[in-house]
Every structure is written in C-alpha cells, then in structure tokens.
C-alpha cells in the first residue's frame, strides 16, 4: 500500500505509535533533558525530519512529544545506570514502530553499531521507508529472505517471520518500550529463550 507524505497523522499509525498528549507530561520531560543535555545538542537531536509531517508540538527545539518521550527514555536509562551505551555492538529493539527510537538512538549514539529492529513485516516496510529517508537508505537494511544476513555497523529491519532462520548475533543492549508485553506467548518465550535480559535492557 501506498503511504501519504503526511503518514503520522493518519489515526490509526498516531493513535497507535505517536505519543502527542503534551502538557504536564511533556514538560516534566524536557525538564529532565534540559538538566542533563546542552541546549545545542537538544537541538541536534530533537529536530524533527519533514517526512510524515509530525506534529510539532514544542517550537523551541521544532520538535514532535514522540521525540521528546524517546530521547526521556534512553537518557534516563543512562542516568540510572551509567551504562556506558557507546560500547554497545549489537542493539536490539523488539518492535520499532515506525522507526523513531532507533533514529533518536543514531543521533545520541552516532558511534558504529549494528542495530536490529524485529517487528511484523508490515511494520518492517515502515521502518524502511522512514529510516532510509531520514538515515540514508544506506545505513539501512531490510532483510527480506530467511538466508539474509544481519550487517554490520547497519540499521538492520527483520521481520518476526525469519527469527528462526537468521542468525542474530549477541546482544549488548536489548530494547522494548511497549511491544514485548503486547505480544504473544511464544514470542515472549522465544525472546527469554535469546538470552536477552541477560544482556543490558531498557524496558
């Protein structure tokens, strides 16, 4: 199917992958960023990308409260944990919506890594689109067969279909807002079954 330019605002993708509610919420994040982050680097990594028209809902840093809420998460992550992120090689995301998180992780993280997002195919499609855009289609693979490799140093967008099959690599970083716990049974157990809790997760 065909995608609008102004994708994030069709109802079912923002209800379903877009945090918009603003107001106290929205506030006491940024709070928390502006006491850990410089203003130029807020800037840097908050400013939205003109592909599915966000709503911008903080014109200070142009920025949308889905970006905001994703940068809260992995800067808080790091505040309580001192995880030192840059010596990840391997990140994983189990469910990457439409791919904001991992290209907030790119621009708080630009070291080299292999990120890999695990998601339905459709979503998988998604992903591609926007990340190819905002990245660079060359910073992005899709794998689209069951023999597919995961590259290295890439954004790599499997689809739940091949786990199987494709051969993952350890993880140093395991990541999951809201989709393992939406998610079935079986896939929960194939993820217990990886070891990943073992590895550092932001949940």
Known sequence: ?????????????????????GGVCLRRELAFLEQLVTKPLLHAWLEEDYIGTP?????TYRTSHNSV????????????????????QVIVEWGGGYGNLA????????SSYTY????????TCLQWLYLSVVLGSDRV?????SFDDVRVGKVNLLPVSFIEQVKLPPADLFISTWALSESSLAAQ???????????????
């Open 141 to 145: 693979h899709l794998l689209q067969h």
């Open 116 to 123: 890999i997002i695990i998601d339905t195919p459709l979503f």
């Open 189 to 203: 157990d194939y993820v217990w079954r990886c070891r990943w809790f073992g590895a550092n997760h932001l949940l």
């Open 1 to 21: 199917p065909k995608l609008p330019f102004s994708f994030l605002r069709v109802p079912v993708i923002a209800y379903n992958m877009v945090v918009t509610s």
């Open 55 to 59: 709503r911008l809902i903080n014109v």
């Open 69 to 88: 809420h994703h940068l809260y998460h992995l800067v808080r992550f790091y505040h309580r944990t001192r995880y030192q992120v840059a010596r990840s």
């Open 103 to 110: 290209k907030i992780f790119r621009r708080w993280q630009p």
